[in-house]
């Protein structure tokens, strides 16, 4: 008799990712190419991300790079708003969809309005044979390759990297940046790797000595500016679907202009530095915070924070800030799978049943995507 085998987990994916992002990094060329070739060649400036969930989360950690390289508003826009609302699109906006799994219904009827405006309808997907190449005219894998978890972790790191190569490339191409700048980039990127490897045993030290903490979680705020926004609204996803308990998403200085007046004690926090210009704003912010609740976290590489709360970004050879979310997003995707666990809270309430039912966001193919 053959020894079944194990399930995959959130896990497996984290610990895998290091190994997916050096191999797209080493091809990056063959990666981002023809989504480089067609933003290039058309004359495109403003990029429209059409996106949801964990893809508009990754998009958010990569948005402030792009706006840097490409030297234009990137807009982030949920696919129904889009279908709905903001298609107002001039000559030079380049607009793309993205779904990890190409079964999103929404993003898909993104796709169908592109062709209805008489604009390609490119798709990002991580799974070139999915309902998406129905609906695209230009499908575009960005390199996650097989995640077969729901709660993704790879694909939110890998889609943050392809965009951000994505930019680096059309950057280059259109002599935004010099071989030198580029190179420098590059050679970054490169211990991008190691990096997130790092943050991985970080954060579970980090879940080690607070379990008591991140097992009796209330209310969970997640905070921060630029980049470090685009993490917090993955950590908020992350630890509100898996470990079942509010959580929500601030940029750092809206936080303070109303959602804070309603903080106890008993909230807990994660304040994402940007490791950049914001920083000392985050810093006093979390100052604030702490106040008020002593269970407020910050993941940063500033010592003004003492050892008890914060988890350490440990490189002083950080040149490009913006770089950090593919290397920092493993610390909530641990928190939130380790707590998880230990709570075994992955089973939603019984009655949930009923609302997927009736709110159907889906294909029926994600059955064969995304089976656990």
């Not at 059409?50 to 958010?60: E, I, L, W």
């Not at 641990?334 to 709110?359: C, G, Q, V």
Request: with cysteine; proline share 5%.
């Amino acid at each position: 008799m053959t020894e079944e085998k194990a399930k995959p987990t959130m896990l497996t994916y984290i610990e895998s990712t290091p190994d997916q992002l050096k191999d797209n990094i080493a091809n990056r060329g063959d990666l981002v190419g023809e989504l480089a070739r067609v933003y290039v060649e058309g004359g495109y400036e403003r990029v429209f991300i059409v996106a949801c969930g964990s893809s508009s989360n990754a998009s958010q950690c990569a948005k402030p790079f792009m706006v840097k390289y490409l030297g234009h508003d990137v807009q982030i826009v949920p696919p129904e708003t889009f279908c709905c609302y903001e298609h107002v699109l001039g000559p030079t906006d380049f607009v793309f969809a993205i779904s990890q799994t190409g079964c999103s219904t929404n993003t898909i009827a993104a796709l169908d309005k592109l062709r209805e405006l008489g604009r390609p309808s490119i798709g990002l997907t991580g799974n070139l044979d999915s309902d998406f190449k129905e609906h695209a005219s230009i499908l575009v894998d960005y390199g996650v390759g097989k995640e077969d978890v729901s709660y993704v972790t790879r694909g939110v790191s890998t889609l943050a990297l392809f965009l951000m190569l994505f930019a680096l490339e059309a950057s280059h191409d259109k002599g935004l940046i010099d071989d030198r700048e580029y190179a420098d980039v590059v050679s970054e990127l490169e211990k991008a790797p190691d990096r997130h490897r790092i943050m991985q045993k970080n954060a579970h030290a980090f879940y080690e000595s607070h379990k008591a903490v991140l097992t009796s979680m209330d209310v969970v705020y997640s905070c921060g500016f630029a980049q470090g926004y685009g993490l917090a609204c993955e950590s908020a996803l992350k630890m509100g679907e898996t470990i079942k308990v509010p959580s929500f998403a601030y940029e750092a200085e809206e936080y303070i202009h109303g959602p804070n007046l309603q903080i106890t004690p008993n909230y807990t926090f994660f304040f994402y530095d940007d490791l950049g210009v914001s920083g000392d704003r985050l810093r006093t912010i979390w100052r604030a915070t702490r106040s008020v609740s002593n269970e407020a976290y910050c993941i940063t590489d500033s010592r003004e924070i003492d050892d008890e709360h914060a988890v350490r970004v440990p490189f002083d050879d950080i040149h490009e800030p913006m770089l950090e979310p593919i290397y920092v997003l493993p610390v909530c995707q641990i928190i939130a799978y380790r707590a998880s666990t230990d709570l075994d809270s992955w089973d939603n309430h019984p009655m949930f049943s009923e609302f997927s039912k009736i709110a159907v966001t889906k294909t029926a193919s994600i059955s064969h995507v995304m089976p656990y």
